[in-house]
Each structure stands twice: as structure tokens, then as C-alpha cells.
């Protein structure tokens, strides 16, 4: 039998991980469609660059990647009680999220602007 999450974990990981990533990432699919105008100032450049109605399809495309990770995190982490299955999928996660990263560093400078808060918009 394989090592149970439940009890490898705490509960508060397993919150953030079933429930509050997959509600905050349902909200950035709500922009990505209804207002991608606030999704690019807000999780992306901060008015380095604007939102541009030709790149629809790819604010498109981003939100149907966050429905899949929203249901992994809902269907797969939340129905499944498998120690082994979970740090697989956290594992795919973080490399999914060192990607969107690397790629929202791009307007402002890539990574050393980003590290430096002096530079950072309020």
C-alpha cells in the first residue's frame, strides 16, 4: 500500500494546494478572458506593456493551462490519498510555476531587476 499524504503532510498544505491555489488561479482564468487588461498591468508587467487585442489567443491558451492545473490540484491532489502521486504532481507544479516566472520577469528586466525591490512599482 502506498504511504498516505494525509498523514505526511500537513493540513495546511494540503489547503493550499486543493483549495486556495485552484480559487486564485480560477481568477486569473476569469481575466484571461472577461479582462486581460487588468490580468497584464496586474500579474504581469505593471504597465510596461499593454494589452494588445490581436494576442487574445494567447491569454486564451494561458487560461486553458491554468483550467488543467486547476483541476489537477482539485481532481487529482484532492481525490487521491497518495504520498508518492502528490510529490509527483507538486514537482510538475513547481517546474510549471519556475516557467511562468521566468516568463513574468521579462517585462520588467528578467531576473536582476526583478531581485531588486528599489525598482519594483507600488
Given at each position: 500500500?502506498?504511504?498516505?499524504?494525509?498523514?505526511?503532510?500537513?493540513?495546511?498544505?494540503?489547503?493550499?494546494?486543493?483549495?486556495?491555489?485552484?480559487?486564485?488561479?480560477?481568477?486569473?482564468?476569469?481575466?484571461?478572458?472577461?479582462d486581460p487588461n487588468n490580468l497584464i498591468y496586474n500579474?504581469?508587467?505593471?504597465?510596461?506593456?499593454?494589452?494588445?487585442?490581436?494576442?487574445?489567443?494567447?491569454?486564451?491558451?494561458?487560461?486553458?493551462?491554468?483550467?488543467?492545473?486547476?483541476?489537477?490540484?482539485?481532481?487529482?491532489?484532492?481525490?487521491?490519498?497518495?504520498?508518492?502521486?502528490?510529490?509527483?504532481?507538486?514537482?510538475?507544479?513547481?517546474?510549471?510555476?519556475?516557467?511562468?516566472?521566468?516568463?513574468?520577469?521579462?517585462?520588467?528586466?528578467?531576473?536582476?531587476?526583478?531581485?531588486?525591490?528599489?525598482?519594483w512599482k507600488s
Amino acid at each position: 500500500m502506498p504511504p498516505k499524504a494525509s498523514t505526511s503532510i500537513s493540513s495546511i498544505s494540503h489547503f493550499i494546494l486543493t483549495k486556495f491555489e485552484p480559487l486564485s488561479t480560477s481568477y486569473r482564468i476569469y481575466l484571461a478572458f472577461a479582462d486581460p487588461n487588468n490580468l497584464i498591468y496586474n500579474h504581469f508587467s505593471r504597465g510596461t506593456i499593454s494589452y494588445n487585442p490581436q494576442t487574445q489567443v494567447l491569454y486564451e491558451q494561458l487560461a486553458g493551462m491554468w483550467v488543467f492545473l486547476t483541476l489537477i490540484e482539485t481532481l487529482v491532489l484532492g481525490g487521491f490519498d497518495d504520498l508518492r502521486l502528490l510529490k509527483r504532481v507538486r514537482f510538475c507544479l513547481l517546474a510549471c510555476d519556475a516557467f511562468y516566472y521566468h516568463s513574468v520577469t521579462g517585462p520588467v528586466g528578467r531576473w536582476l531587476v526583478f531581485w531588486d525591490l528599489t525598482r519594483w512599482k507600488s
